[in-house]
């Protein structure tokens, strides 16, 4: 229990399974007595408590997965509450984390159960442990500018955007140039990555009456 308050584990995992060696130190302490006591009688007792456990095992291994995947959940951390993931085809922010399963709560107000043990064999993709995110755009401008300008050009329009992260700085590359205009890919960053993409569209559309852009 010291060595996971040092982790800064969970609580309530502390708890548990401070609680679950307790209950295994008795369990033990309580077999050897009766070990003792039984002599003879103690295999064919045994024996009949081997069976009934692996009954109950058997018949509670669902559960069991879960619980113990929801340990590790709680121990490990790979996210938190507040945290946003994607996960089973579904993206939601983390709302509570159980022994048995964990909440989400989509972007259109509706409640995922995800079943812990499904965050053990799914990928999970934690969207806010990074502080940025990128977000790219497809920007074309008139071929006749001269091409080598433009990409500046972009990152000055882009530089007055509060959204935009300076660091890592927005990236301009020139994919073709096609029907007399050249056609640029353009990946900017930012805390909110939708608002970020949104601010960069609307700059970069000040650059000139015939400048064109658009999400990727």
Request: no cysteine; glycine share 10%; hydrophobic share 50%.
């Amino acid at each position: 229990m010291r060595t996971l308050t040092r982790r800064k584990a969970h609580p309530n995992v502390v708890a548990l399974l401070g609680n679950l060696s307790q209950m295994g130190m008795f369990i033990v302490a309580g077999l050897v007595i009766l070990a003792i006591y039984t002599q003879g009688s103690f295999g064919w007792i045994l024996t009949s408590f081997s069976v009934v456990g692996l009954v109950i095992g058997l018949s509670l291994q669902d559960i069991l997965r879960n619980f113990f995947a929801g340990v590790y959940v709680l121990v490990e951390r790979p996210f938190r509450i507040g945290d946003t993931v994607a996960v089973d085809g579904h993206t939601g922010v983390v709302q509570e984390i159980g022994f048995r399963a964990t909440l989400l709560r989509t972007d259109d107000g509706r409640e995922v159960v995800v079943p812990n043990a499904t965050l053990m064999t799914s990928s999970l993709v934690n969207l806010t442990r990074y502080p940025v995110r990128s977000a790219k755009l497809s920007v074309s401008v008139p071929a006749d500018q001269p091409l080598a300008d433009v990409p500046d050009q972009m990152r000055e329009l882009l530089a007055g955007a509060e959204s935009i992260a300076d660091e890592p700085a927005p990236v301009v590359l020139l994919r073709g140039v096609t029907l007399g205009r050249a056609h640029y890919d353009v990946t900017v960053w930012g805390a909110d990555f939708d608002r970020a993409a949104a601010d960069a569209i609307s700059a970069l559309r000040a650059g000139g009456p015939q400048w064109e852009a658009e999400g990727a």
